[in-house]
């Protein structure tokens, strides 16, 4: 890491991508973001990161986290293309998390 510091003396940024964990069943416990950020937190102190690189920005994505328990998930299918196999569909997707009455 530390050759990153003389190749860029500005703040480097440190993105880990993404997908925060998800649930696929209901039984599944996965950690919450609080709970990720400080494991990240922890990670890169005992890495020794702020020493070897200084300032830098830490970057993560929130993934499938964000739309895993919306209560419905909307997709417009923008284009179709049938290759060698299976028919290929380009996608965008919006979730909207509502109430449920119990």
């Known amino acids: ?3 990153l510091r003389d190749c860029f003396p500005e703040t480097v940024e440190l993105d880990l991508g993404g997908g925060l964990a998800a649930p696929y069943r209901a ?3 996965v950690p919450s973001p609080r709970r990720y950020a400080e494991a990240l937190r922890t990670g890169l102190r005992e890495a020794g990161a702020r020493e070897r690189l200084g300032s830098y920005r830490l970057i993560v994505e929130p993934g499938r986290s964000v739309i895993a328990n919306a209560g419905l998930t909307l997709y417009r299918v923008h284009a179709r293309k049938r290759l060698d196999g299976p028919e290929a ?6 979730a ?3 109430s449920r009455a119990r």
């Open 1 to 3: 890491m530390a050759p």
């Open 27 to 29: 039984d599944e416990r």
């Open 89 to 94: 569909r380009s996608l965008t997707a919006a």
């Open 96 to 98: 909207s998390r509502r």
